[in-house]
Nanobody, 125 residues
């Protein structure tokens, strides 16, 4: 059974940084696309960043280009997301997601099969 467990959320002041981690277990594929999504209120979950196995094909969605870094350990079990220059609009629940295969073509939440429970990030002024 695949499990994704996020950690690292919490409260942070605007302008600060945060490191979110996702530990995956039970993945049977050697090639997986890992992603971070966020959900603000009742909005749909929106992709923040994604990364392929081995750290390949990392990319970011607006407005995270240039202020977020997604990375993965060599075993492909832990996927981190570091966000800098946090602002009030970054307040959201952040989810880790996984899908078998390469990241190519996996653009939205429907493309990801496995999800964590999410971790809340609250940015205050």
């Amino acid at each position: 059974r695949v499990q994704l467990v996020e950690s690292g959320g919490g409260s942070v002041q605007a302008g600060g940084s945060l490191l979110l981690s996702c530990v995956a277990s039970g993945l049977t594929n050697t090639d997986n696309c890992m992603a971070w999504f966020r959900q603000r209120g009742l909005d749909r979950r929106a992709r923040v960043a994604r990364i392929g196995t081995g750290g390949h094909d990392a990319d970011y969605k607006y407005p995270f280009e240039g202020r977020a870094t997604i990375s993965q350990d060599s075993a492909g079990k832990t996927t981190d997301l570091q966000i800098h220059k946090l602002n009030l609009e970054d307040t959201a629940k952040y989810f880790c997601a996984s899908a078998p295969g390469a990241c190519w073509g996996k653009v939205g939440e429907a493309d990801f099969q496995y999800w964590g429970q999410g971790t809340q990030v609250t940015v205050s002024s």
